[in-house]
């Protein structure tokens, strides 16, 4: 399984950015997919999570600003940023095979994402 972010940046507040998340060996009809979010080296945070049937999960802070998707067509898996806060500043990495509650063994390498404000 290989996991792969790319698409951060630097953003001025209230910015935007799509993060992409290109797999291999993962199969979304049967593995769910999620991005954390990891702030200068401590916990890592569940931003948004996507199951097998599509079914979402967000992070209350992210809750109508963020959205998770996947193309099964080109594997991969995106987090579309709107509206971003300095607080959404932070290391995003790709994960799988989540379930709501439960963090997958596989992490990708990540992307920095920083807000300023």
């Known amino acids: 399984v290989q996991l792969v972010a790319s698409g951060g940046g630097l953003v001025q507040t209230g910015g935007s950015l799509t993060l992409s998340c290109t797999t291999s060996g993962i199969d979304f009809g049967v593995d769910g997919m999620a991005w954390y979010r990891q702030f200068q080296g401590g916990q890592r945070d569940l931003v948004a999570g996507i199951t097998p049937a599509g079914s979402t999960t967000y992070a209350d802070s992210v809750k109508g600003r963020f959205t998770i998707a996947r193309d099964s067509a080109t594997n991969t898996l995106t987090l579309q940023m709107k509206d971003l806060r300095p607080d959404d500043t932070g290391y995003y990495s790709c994960?799988?095979?989540?379930?709501?509650?439960?963090?997958?063994?596989?992490w990708g390498r990540g992307t920095q994402v920083t807000v300023s404000s």
């Open positions: 994960n799988a095979p989540w379930i709501p509650g439960r963090r997958g063994i596989y």
